[in-house]
């Protein structure tokens, strides 16, 4: 996964888009894009562009399926054959069948699922345009789809990556820093609550590093928590 | 419940969403929406929105014919855009609207594919056109071949260095003869309409989508629905199908 | 797919094969092939040749597939192996998979599924040889096949395609034909009720001419419509 | 129903059809039935239909024989055949079908794979045969096995321009040495019998399915069923099978 | 299959191991190798080494697969992708859905599965190495893991491979054996019970050579059901 | 039953086998046990078993990195090993084993891929590494993560003669510049353990695998379960797999 770059991808403390270490890029966010759903989100980070949407708590088939005493929360992370440099064969790979796993599991935590007893949720992330950190982007637009869905949850997820490229620590890796660096990690958490849903960490750290850039990705999580706030009351405003 | 107010409401010439039988919802189409993709369109009929991409890269051509590029048209119907749509490879729905949107594009030879040639017999360009439904809120035949010429007019050739591509620089824009646009006339008892919303698609009797060229010639026509068509229906459905072809293709 | 020739495909008014252009080629037809099958059929175009066999009306299995107030009509397009120039891999298609779903909707018209409520009807086309116009052949074939089954039908289904090539107006294109033509137009009628059930149409036709066209398609389907019913008034005579 | 009478006709000595135990039903062979294949047999036992179609392309040789063509030998269970039979990717007993009818072929070297290479290392023919069930009505082995040597041995190999298949036009033969026959013995009781009619075939305890060549040596052997076969029985069953095999290669 | 070689395979009536015609390779059995499972063995002959579990008898599912009045075998041999000289892709191939048939087929005499009616006992046989004669040692481990399983059975099975080389016949054929062999024969057996289980024959052989193979395979697997026994004995001695 | 009483204990502070919360079951690695294979090592963990088996082919290199061989590592979840894993392609939980796995390699450049080129640009060396579960009774990860490098650092690379792999004959050491190992710690409740035996895997709330570096460097991490982390206990998770990972080196 990756091309090399020849270039220095730090040059005078500022990386190959302008932004410094720990910035972010521009982040856009929406909900009700989809109409056919029960919720959904368009969620952008620069580039990458990420839908999320939502279906259910409904009825799960076929029965064996089911769980008598419990719901499940079903979760399909995709590209789009066109959202990469070289097209994508559709359908899953390993990469993202392991993503949907590690998603789902980031959501576990937040949804009172033991309140839907034999039924589901199913939730999907959608790729668009990947320009690095798209499961992070994905999980932002998922727990905002999970939120306008009225899916009562414990805390939102707010979720980013960062990372490590010639010796500096930096925060939301776009496509060039992705493969170029020396190491990645993402991170999605309860920022309320301040819990850690998702960790996949990637290339060589000291045990300090990594305790640097966890704390990086803890801010950045509820910069965007600040975001999704909005976003979200600025759409429900009525309902409150 | 929706499905039987809008039967009633076509019987008695009307539709859910008070347009006219021969009236689209609002269109709108954006291009150049996926930096990644060497085309890219945005559709929205009403709510239903689709984005086709274009990738193209460099392959080798069939052996019947060495000297043409190649055209992959291909669709999944991701359970993101429906409550209908399951995961998995794409159902019989999804082959058949690539392929009617495939044969609108081929068969009015719009991709001129003698032109994609890299080295004769060997090397030539495969243009994949993928599309991704959005949202399903009905009428998906004419807005995904819709957003694929769109994407497709608006595509350019990447560059190759050595017989090779380099990664997001580009050259000529593809070479793309002819605009067809596609209709897909609806029946239900003696009503013809165009554009079902959802709520109309799930009674339709059948439907004929039929692809028109800027000369008001067809290029491809499927028959669709459960139900037949009297043979002395067929002319005013090509006539209905020609003449809003013409209205679309003002939008382009 | 389709091999382009060099040969002028029609000479002094007549095709390569010595047809006039709106004559068929040789047609024959027999029932009952297939004694494991309810009911079952072969129809030849020429060497275009098709076995169609019908099982059912049968309980459906699994039960979720099953609805309970109407039987389903179930059809597969197959093409052997063998059946082509180049060998067919087996298994479907995408092409074998639109032709399954299209001749599916040529018959449903024509069944009273609703009389068989939570069951199927299964029917089968498989091409032993392809030289043009396999999918009208097939359907030929299954009609009789569902005749010969006894299932009650409204009317017979007839099909057949029609062209344009060297600006000639061509009834039941063979293999050369189909892969050079201008274009062509597969159709399915109850010929009785004057009905179509299936229309398909590739290649660039101004309306005139595809008016044209499908006035031919009907005068052939209403020929080939009396080529089956003779076979089966000449099967089944005993039981009229 | 048909199953009980039938284990009681054959435990009184009987068949369901007044055959005796070591006899075929009638059988029709024709050759070159399908044009487009580069060899092909009909094959009808009592109504148990199939046709076997060979087909000849250009492939690459397997790493560890570069100097031998291809043989593969598949089989479709089609449902048309038989309403046991369902949609999908061949099931194990198709597979088996398909295996025994291959190691027939292969294990008595009837196909001469040396003299199939085009390019030494490189470019040699593929040799496909597909057998299609077309009507199911017992012993499918024997009637596949049949049809498949005599489509092989009707086999013209593809004409070759400038390393290219001429579609349409054959040259010499497909080589052939030897015509190997299958014979599948069935036991129930202390009863052998052959050619088992589909009723027999349900209520058979077990069957030894044997290539026999030319001069009455074996070639492939394959037990079948869910009982076991006492030691002692195994050479009557061979010899049984031996002279059946002779009987069947007579009507080639 | 199989890589042919050049040299001499008997020499001075010896085979390139230096095992005379008649002899089998070192033999090691072992059972309960697997902790998680019903019934477990390991064996080898010379380097193959084959493991067998047993999971079961336990219900089946899902429900229509169920047969009413006797329960069902069920039985999956796989080769890891190691195993081999070049790597297997993982997955069924042809070869291992009809060996597992036969497999099957060669144990369903000797259990007594109309004791569980709706219920499945699931075999599994894996082989780690493969140096010719695989099916036969699964087959062994299989019967013993049945039987460490505590399921009744009417006999143990013992298989054993023989086959004709260089105009010899010969007894457990290894890799390169199997591969340059001019016939080999597959043979299990219920050994008390003198009955046969599994035959499959590839190459020539005339019907006196079978007879003769056959008589050799029957001996061999008296012998290899005396190491099975005193296996099972030192094991579950005080069982006894 | 099992499970209930696992977590009773482990919530006073024991174990289901009275291991301390950082101890490890019995350990056993043994290395070439596979001479088909070009590298192998059989792990053993309490009960647990594990085969890794290494199989080097000539390949192709990824466009991208035309300079470097090519790593892939697969687990397959056979149903020998547990009663609840079944036949058919991988599911997400072996898909997930076996990246973890990979990336604990891949990551910490232990596999030094750029001496794996034959011809630049066109022929590399192919690594596999085939992980085979033999029984399982928790702790998967460690014990596939130790096989895989055991096998990896005694594997050696085919003999080449004119460019083709002569079987059975090897030549030099792969190249392995490190041997990362992995650590998975368990989180209930408040306390934090290390190699779960199978009935404590079932009530983890939470574990985290760890990949560590001989200089206690971390080249990989994922966080599984079900339930969150608080971020103040991330630290000290870090710090015992790191402990433990030098536990477990000492014994290879």
Redesign the interface.
């Known amino acids: 996964m990756g091309k090399a770059t020849d270039k220095e991808l730090i040059v005078n403390g500022r990386r190959l888009d302008g932004r410094e270490p720990y910035h972010m890029r521009e982040i856009k966010m929406s909900v009700d894009e989809i109409s056919s759903a029960n919720g959904s989100a368009k969620v952008s980070f620069g580039k990458t562009t990420a839908y999320a949407s939502v279906h259910g708590p409904r009825s799960l088939f076929p029965k064996f399926l089911q769980e008598s005493d419990t719901g499940i929360l079903r979760c399909r992370y995709n590209m789009a054959p066109f959202s990469v440099d070289d097209r994508k064969s559709p359908g899953p790979d390993r990469r993202s069948v392991e993503i949907s796993k590690v998603i789902r599991r980031a959501f576990e935590p937040v949804l009172f699922l033991e309140d839907y007893p034999k039924s589901t949720v199913d939730s999907f992330i959608e790729i668009v345009e990947a320009d690095g950190s798209t499961r992070v982007t994905g999980i932002n637009a998922l727990s905002m789809a999970l939120a306008s869905a009225g899916i009562p949850m414990k805390d939102l997820v707010a979720a980013c990556s960062v990372g490590k490229i010639s010796d500096t620590l930096i925060v939301d890796l776009n496509g060039v820093e992705d493969n170029n660096s020396e190491s990645d990690v993402g991170v999605a958490m309860m920022p309320q609550k301040d819990i850690v849903t998702l960790l996949q960490m990637d290339g060589i750290l000291t045990k300090e590093e990594l305790v640097m850039l966890l704390n990086l990705a803890r801010e950045s999580c509820k910069k965007i928590y600040q975001i999704q706030k909005q976003t979200l009351m600025e759409k429900y405003r009525g309902a409150e | 419940m929706m499905e039987r107010y809008a039967l009633e409401l076509i019987e008695h010439g009307k539709r859910v969403d008070k347009r006219k039988f021969d009236q689209f919802r609002d269109i709108e189409i954006k291009t150049g929406v ?4 060497e085309g ?1 369109a945005y559709v929205r009929i009403g ?1 239903t ?1 689709v ?1 086709a ?3 193209i ?1 460099v392959g080798t051509p069939f ?3 060495p000297n043409n590029g190649v055209l992959i048209v ?1 669709t ?1 119907f ?6 209908e749509f399951e ?1 998995g ?2 159902g ?1 729905n999804a ?2 609207l ?2 009617i949107v495939d ?1 609108g594009i081929r ?3 719009s991709l001129e594919t003698e032109k994609l040639v890299i080295v004769p017999g060997e090397k030539v360009w495969t243009v ?1 056109v ?1 599309i ?1 439904i ?4 009905g009428n998906l035949i004419d807005a995904a071949a819709l957003a694929a010429i769109n994407a497709l007019i608006t595509a350019k050739l990447p560059k190759l260095e050595e017989g ?1 591509v380099v ?2 620089e580009h050259g000529d824009k593809l070479p793309v003869a002819h605009k067809p646009v596609t209709v897909t006339v609806c029946k239900v008892g003696d009503n013809l309409f165009v554009d079902p919303a ?1 709520e109309e698609e799930s009674v339709v009797e059948s439907k ?1 989508s039929i692809a028109v ?1 800027e000369d ?17 229906d ?2 005013a459905i ?2 209905l199908a ?1 003449k809003k072809a013409g209205d679309l293709r003002k939008l382009m």
């Open positions: 996926i930096s990644k993709a890219s709510k929105q984005i991409g274009v990738k890269g052996s019947d014919s291909n999944e991701t359970p993101m855009a429906s409550p995961s490879p794409p019989e082959v058949e690539a392929r044969r068969e009015s030879k994949f993928d991704h959005i949202d399903h809120q090779k990664a997001g959802i004929v060229m008001g010639k067809i290029c491809a026509i499927q028959k669709q629905g459960a139900s037949g068509i009297a043979f002395n067929l002319e090509v006539d020609i």
